[in-house]
């Protein structure tokens, strides 16, 4: 069995691997999709900008604007599927200013997406937490009322015990 580091170190050479393995991949493919990468690399310039300016260890940020970016530039690729996969149509899309709206109006969401999420996520549990206190404190009022001072009281545990 291997410690804890080696096992660490096995998992960064089999996910380097696989990076390598998919690059070599995209190489070979690349001359049969070109438009189809011109146009993705083109359109995916927000989410570069968000990976590398994000500084979450996770990427949340990054992988939201990624994922709206992503379905923002979707219908284009499709069309140029459709339309014959040839690099005239990939640049004719490409100077479209309402597929650049598109692409980076859905790019925009994203960005407000992984601004507003958290701020709501941390507002509605702030007031659960609240409500939260604000029932406790009612209960302890209950038991001091029914078991006297002593049921409420800061003391350690210890000191409160008879003996």
């Known amino acids: 069995m291997g410690t804890a580091k080696e096992k660490e170190g096995g998992a960064k050479k089999k996910g380097k691997g696989r990076v390598f393995l998919f690059l070599f991949l995209l190489v070979l493919l690349t001359p049969f ?15 570069y900008v968000a990976f590398f300016t994000d500084r ?17 530039i979707t219908p284009f690729i499709l069309d ?35 601004y507003t ?6 507002s509605v549990t702030l007031s659960r937490t609240e409500a939260r206190i604000r029932g406790l404190k009612k209960n302890l009022d209950v038991l001091r009322d029914s078991w006297g001072p002593d049921v409420a009281t800061r003391k350690p545990i210890e000191t409160i015990i008879v003996e």
């Open 117 to 122: 999420v958290p701020q709501a996520v941390a």
């Open 80 to 114: 140029l599927w459709m339309g014959g996969q040839t690099l005239p149509h990939a640049v004719q899309i490409l100077k479209t200013p309402n597929a650049w709206l598109i692409i980076l109006g859905a790019a925009f969401v994203g960005h407000l997406v992984a």
């Open 56 to 72: 979450d260890a996770n990427k949340s940020g990054a992988l939201s604007v990624g994922a709206m970016n992503l379905a923002g």
């Open 33 to 47: 999709l070109l438009p189809t990468m011109i146009l993705l690399i083109a359109g995916l310039l927000p989410t």
